[in-house]
């Protein structure tokens, strides 16, 4: 199976600052990733699919990253509705497997 | 618009068996494929396998075989997902996730059930 790590499991920053999420594939997996939004008690929204398209709806400024096994999601300007885990998720091939969450909050 | 609706909350004993639906509204319902995941209280995400409503096919993780079983009914374009032999750590919220690109192969999900909490206690 294709492992996902993220990092940081967590993080803390101000109102307006860039924000980088990273996940690794254990293997290359192309472009096939996703990134999800959850928000504390709600279903998980997807932000971005392909690595890099923004799924419709999704604010300009979130952003994504990368190919084969290096991806970042990026927060240009946090605002305080983005406070949520994000996840990545591979779709390279069966098993799917998500990454383990990073926790974004403001300072 | 895109609806999937899931079946209430289920208290079940470990041992028993748990099927949990989602009924599915506002597209072509073969054409998308069914995944469910599962989020255990305070934990991440985790894939357990797909179904393709147009084929049939179904792909599960390596986990839940032998234990899982995902099927649809097209004429009431409702997904179902049963879990055998539940245990204690089987306790987790259950989503249904319809593929964002199509019914070939498992992607990654645009629209969410609104999950079915599933306990496993005696």
């Known amino acids: 199976d294709i492992q996902m790590t993220q990092s940081p499991s967590s993080l803390s920053a101000s109102v307006g600052d860039r924000v980088t999420i990273t996940c690794r594939a254990s293997q290359g997996i192309s472009h096939y990733l996703t990134w999800y939004q959850q928000k504390p008690g709600k279903v998980p929204k997807l932000l971005i699919y392909a690595a890099s398209t923004l799924q419709s709806g999704v604010p300009s400024r979130f952003s994504g990253s990368g190919s084969g096994t290096d991806f970042t999601l990026t927060i240009s300007s946090l605002q305080p509705d983005d406070v949520a885990t994000y996840y990545c998720q591979h779709y390279d091939s069966a098993p799917l497997t998500f990454g383990g969450g990073t926790t974004v909050e403001i300072k | 618009q895109v609806q999937l609706v899931q079946s209430g909350d289920e208290v079940k004993e470990p041992g028993a068996s748990v099927k949990v639906s989602c009924k599915a509204s506002g597209y072509t319902f073969a054409s998308y494929g069914i995944s469910w995941v599962r989020q255990a209280p305070g934990q991440g995400l985790e894939w357990m396998g797909w179904i393709s409503p147009y084929i049939g096919n179904t792909k599960y993780a390596q986990k839940f075989q032998g234990r899982v079983a995902m099927t649809t009914d097209t004429s009431t374009t409702t997904a179902y997902m049963e879990l055998k032999s539940l245990r204690s750590d089987d306790t987790a919220v259950y989503y249904c996730?319809?593929?964002?690109?199509?019914?070939?192969?498992?992607?990654?999900?645009?629209?969410w059930g609104q999950g079915t909490l599933v306990t496993a206690s005696s």
């Open positions: 996730a319809r593929d964002h690109t199509g019914w070939v192969v498992p992607t990654g999900f645009d629209y």
